[in-house]
């Protein structure tokens, strides 16, 4: 893990973080492996490789594993037996997140010489920015471990169009937005109605977030590794 600043190491320190009984891992028995229980899920977690906003892989993402608690993998589990039922499947690119990936990101945002991946994700957005316009955020959800990034795809892995790609920080990318168009609505709202069906709530800046209403660990972060 890279030397954390005072400023992010203080932050990452005053997180809340809940010793649970775990495996040789270090993965607490509260968490599985959602990619064996969710029904078609196809996992692609975009902060173990490359293709993410910093434009390498994200400290604490050791495997392109999608980690859930288990509330939040059950769940899961009925949206993709109800998209199912009309040729979709769910794909996600992100789910439990550890606090050292969150302290990497706040690394990344303060190194404003970086700008590799702006052209992709953050064209019309100065970098500067990014946490007080919601885009990034200093203490995340999915570090509780009931938090999923995902969209609908088509069992060839084809992803429905959402109007935006995943991580596009950007008005644009609001699940609310009416500057995209029709069809690119309706697969938002779809995907908003069937998450929001199985218990989940979802986050208006972006189109592919939502958290399980009844989460296990409302007040609970977590750092062990994704592996």
């Given at each position: 893990m890279r030397k954390l600043g005072p400023l992010i190491a203080g932050v990452?320190?005053?997180?809340?973080?809940v010793a649970e009984?775990?495996?040789a891992s270090g993965r607490p028995s509260t968490f599985v492996d959602a990619g064996t229980?969710?029904?078609g899920l196809v996992v692609d977690m975009r902060y173990a490789g490359s293709h993410n906003f910093v434009g390498r892989p994200i400290e604490?993402?050791?495997?392109?594993?999608?980690?859930?608690?288990?509330?939040?993998?059950?769940?899961?589990?009925?949206?993709?037996?109800?998209?199912?039922?009309r040729g979709l499947v769910l794909k996600v690119f992100d789910c439990y997140r550890p606090l050292?990936?969150?302290a990497d990101f706040m690394h990344w945002v303060y190194d404003l010489k970086d700008q590799s991946a702006k052209a992709e994700f953050y064209p019309h957005v100065d970098k500067r920015t990014l946490f007080r316009e919601g885009y990034i955020a200093s203490?995340?959800?999915h570090s509780r471990g009931s938090t999923v990034d995902l969209t609908l795809a088509h069992d060839d892995d084809s992803e429905l169009d959402m109007g935006t790609p995943f991580d596009f920080f950007s008005p644009k990318s609001w699940t609310g937005d009416s500057s995209v168009g029709a069809e690119q609505h309706a697969n938002r709202m779809l995907l908003a109605a069937t998450m929001q069906r199985?218990?989940?709530?979802?986050y208006a800046k972006e189109w592919w977030h939502f958290t399980l209403r009844n989460e296990p660990f409302?007040?609970?972060?977590?750092d062990f590794p994704v592996q």
């Open positions: 990452l320190c005053a997180q809340v973080v009984p775990a495996g229980f969710v029904p604490g993402y050791q495997a392109p594993r999608c980690l859930l608690t288990r509330a939040a993998t059950d769940a899961l589990a009925g949206v993709a037996r109800d998209v199912a039922a050292r990936a969150v203490k995340s959800g199985r218990g989940f709530r979802g409302p007040n609970s972060y977590f």
